[in-house]
T-cell receptor, first 112, second 112 residues
């Protein structure tokens, strides 16, 4: 089964609203990452949060990590139509090397 | 600097054939990972190469293989293609053990 599970599977909001996506995972991790994928294209790395960090910001993105609950959230503030994409969390499962397990993703639609 | 380059972008093959996909990582990146993305299974880790050595391997049959050259370029090969191998194959590179991936745009493989 997937290490990371995003919730919700799909989200539709109006431009200007905030979008929150959640990710839960099963095993201990060194870090958790969030990626964006526009339809049929490669993934774009958004942010990495280490297991000893609780919150991280990058522009309009805010990521939180709660290792006690094995969960993370991605908040996109003041969303734009260009934010329409699928968002994935990825965990390293405390493994050695670059071997990440991706969740099934949240499909975000931002309506103009 | 140049991103991760995957060739070809699109490929159509017949069942039973074999295929080789190529990935050129970002200059200086020594780790190259491969993922398969399908609508049903999502993103699944295939393998990771670091300094010409396979460092991690996912749960794929032996028909899937890869290698990395001294210049960090990587190839993956799929032999005896099956219809279920139709997918977007993504290559990602990173500097080393910690940090996010930079993904290529992928190779869309269709097996008919």
């Amino acid at each position: 089964s997937q290490q990371g599970e995003e919730d919700p599977q799909a989200l539709s909001i109006q431009e200007g609203e905030n979008a929150t996506m959640n990710c839960s995972y099963k095993t201990s991790i060194n870090n958790l990452q969030w990626y964006r994928q526009n339809s049929g294209r490669g993934l774009v790395h958004l942010i990495l949060i280490r297991s000893n960090e609780r919150e991280k910001h990058s522009g309009r993105l805010r990521v939180t990590l709660d290792t006690s609950k094995k969960s993370s959230s991605l908040l996109i503030t003041a969303s734009r139509a260009a934010d329409t994409a699928s968002y994935f969390c990825a965990t390293d499962g405390n493994n050695y090397g670059q071997n990440f397990v991706f969740g099934p993703g949240t499909r975000l639609s931002v309506l103009p | 600097k140049a991103g991760v380059t995957q060739t070809p972008r699109y490929l159509i093959k017949t069942r039973g054939q074999q295929v080789t996909l190529s990935c050129s990582p970002i200059s200086g990146h020594r780790s190259v990972s491969w993922y398969q993305q399908t609508p049903g299974q999502g993103l699944q880790f295939l393998f990771e190469y670091f300094s010409e050595t396979q460092r991690n391997k996912g749960n794929f049959p032996g028909r899937f293989s890869g290698r990395q050259f001294s210049n960090s370029r990587s190839e993956m090969n799929v032999s005896t293609l099956e219809l279920g191998d139709s997918a977007l194959y993504l290559c990602a590179s990173s500097v080393g053990d910690i940090g996010g991936y930079t993904f290529g745009s992928g190779t869309r493989l269709t097996v008919v």
